[in-house]
């Protein structure tokens, strides 16, 4: 890739992408790394794996905001919203590739009315949280920034 596109290129070009869709080549690729025994060498201890883990945030806004936004209450009483994912990857000290897993979006989740708890992480992996990018205009990731890159918080 000789150019890398700007940040607003690289928005319009990804928000439209529902990021579930992409679920089918991450299992596609670790299919073929299973074939393939390239998942072997990453065995780590005793038939397990080391999987490093990383969340990031990607959306942060004190006016948008839908059912899955996570909430910052500050002091003076205004709330920002904002979404972050947990990102994934089977690592291996010896081995110099990594083999990354879908990320997974950590969502606002309202048990009872009164009750309510985060999920998306490690423990969550059930579909439940496997749901497609809230229905509000979100700008797609580019990078390693946090919320704050969006101007809130
Ligand atoms: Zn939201």
Redesign the pocket.
């Known amino acids: 890739m000789e150019h890398v596109p700007c940040d607003t290129h690289m928005r319009e070009r990804l928000d439209p992408v529902i990021p579930e869709s992409l679920r089918p080549s991450f299992t596609s690729v670790f299919r073929q790394l299973q074939r393939g025994k390239a998942l072997e060498e990453m065995v780590f201890l005793e038939g397990h794996y080391l999987v490093a883990l990383d969340g990031t945030g990607y959306?942060s806004s004190p006016t948008?905001?839908?059912?899955?936004?996570l909430q910052k209450v500050h002091r003076n009483g205004s709330i920002t919203?904002y979404?972050q994912m947990l990102g994934a990857a089977i690592i291996h000290p010896d081995v110099r590739e990594v083999i990354p897993l879908m990320p997974e979006p950590i969502k606002f989740i309202s048990i009872k009315p009164s009750v309510a708890t985060e999920s998306g992480g490690p423990g969550s992996c059930a579909g439940h949280s496997r749901v497609p990018s809230?229905d509000?205009g979100?700008p797609a990731s580019t990078g390693g920034s946090g919320p704050s890159r969006y101007g809130s918080a």
């Open positions: 959306f948008i905001h839908c059912a899955s936004c919203y979404h809230p509000h979100h």
